[in-house]
């Protein structure tokens, strides 16, 4: 035998629910809010009933707001919208807004009821999600564009029977490292979005090799030439060793090319690259300056959170999807290290990486 809560039981559940409850009657005014609502607007009741509810719904979605629940009134349909309503505090947040027609115990039309939740939060990462994706396609996009017309050079000279140009060959293999790379980023995001750990495979290596390696891959690839007749020189410092980790060595490279990626991309005007390896006790540090555009001093300590980009750059002159730094960060911790930023916005950055050394890397 089924028990029914008594009616107070009701009123206290609706009252007290973790969603925003509204009635309206026959005429159309609102004639109740719970005290989730009351508490989100910090309004009393009596500033709420009939229309007065309306002057917390943001100015730019007024109109459509009543426009939606005045049709949906009088065709007794239920309706669901999205508006912005002004908190509390002040700010405007969107809410999910879902009304139903209300009858009354002998089964009449007696007005609607509707409640309410915040999607402002969701609202964000869906909008986020958004740029990430067009920004994502954008950056897949140029260097496949670049690989097809060089692949379309290198068959016409096939073609023509002329020997295939070794320049645009090379030009190919970046772009295609371009890509890789891409992928290898976003991949590395999507684990670690799920809580998954990336992988490592750690050996024991020479980390000033690691760096020359990487530096003299971006010599040879053409970077020195990436902004059309600007130059980068790449000014290596690496002291005496031994400079023994035990690293990922696919995972460190990935690491010092961000980070030089990073660095030729923020200094359209060319320049010197300063890579320098020292050891404080047992700890290496690797240092990358540039002598770009620097970062605002209000941004630098977000610069480690994914998908931010500082303030002074858009995608149209600093394409980029706010991963590198991020990635950058969560390789370094799962090999105990870490990183530090200092910059000085139109003189530079410099980014320092932190690594322990082994036991035999340490000083003899």
Request: glycine residues 10%.
């Amino acid at each position: 035998m089924e028990t029914q809560l008594p009616l107070e039981q009701y009123r206290l559940l609706v009252e007290h629910a973790p969603t925003m409850v509204w009635r309206s009657g026959l005429d159309g005014l609102c004639n109740y809010f719970n005290a989730t609502w009351l508490s989100f607007t910090g309004r009393l009741l009596e500033q709420e009933l009939g229309n007065g509810w309306v002057s917390g719904v943001h100015p730019d979605d007024m109109k459509h707001c009543l426009e939606i629940y005045g049709a949906h009134f009088e065709r007794r349909r239920p309706f669901e919208m999205e508006y912005r309503l002004r908190r509390h505090d002040g700010l405007y947040r969107y809410i999910f807004d879902r009304g139903v027609p209300l009858t009354d115990d002998a089964g009449r039309f007696a007005g609607f009821i509707g409640s309410c939740v915040d999607v402002h939060e969701r609202r964000g990462a869906e909008r986020t999600k958004a740029t990430f994706l067009s920004l994502a396609a954008h950056e897949l996009r140029t260097p496949l564009t670049s690989m097809q017309m060089y692949l379309e050079a290198v068959r016409r000279q096939l073609a023509q029977g002329e020997p295939v140009a070794t320049g645009a060959l090379t030009r190919l293999g970046a772009q295609l490292e371009r890509v890789s790379s891409l992928v290898q980023n976003l991949e590395d995001t999507v684990r670690l979005d799920a809580d998954m750990p990336l992988v490592l495979r750690k050996e024991e290596l020479d980390l000033a090799v690691l760096v020359e390696t990487v530096v003299a891959h971006h010599r040879g690839t053409g970077t020195p030439r990436a902004r059309g007749r600007q130059r980068y020189a790449f000014e290596l410092s690496l002291g005496p060793g031994p400079w023994r980790v035990l690293v990922d060595r696919q995972r460190m490279a990935q690491v010092v090319n961000n980070l030089l990626t990073n660095a030729i991309k923020y200094s359209p005007q060319g320049g010197t690259l300063r890579i320098t390896l020292t050891r404080v006790g047992d700890t290496f540090e690797l240092t990358i300056s540039d002598p770009g555009i620097g970062i605002p001093a209000e941004d630098i300590a977000l610069l480690c959170q994914r998908y931010f980009r500082a303030s002074n750059v858009s995608a149209e002159n600093f394409p980029g999807l706010g991963l590198g730094l991020s990635l950058v960060k969560d390789i370094l911790e799962a090999h105990q290290g870490g990183l530090r930023i200092q910059s000085e916005q139109g003189r530079g950055t410099a980014v320092t990486v932190f690594l322990p050394g082994t036991p035999a890397g340490g000083q003899t």
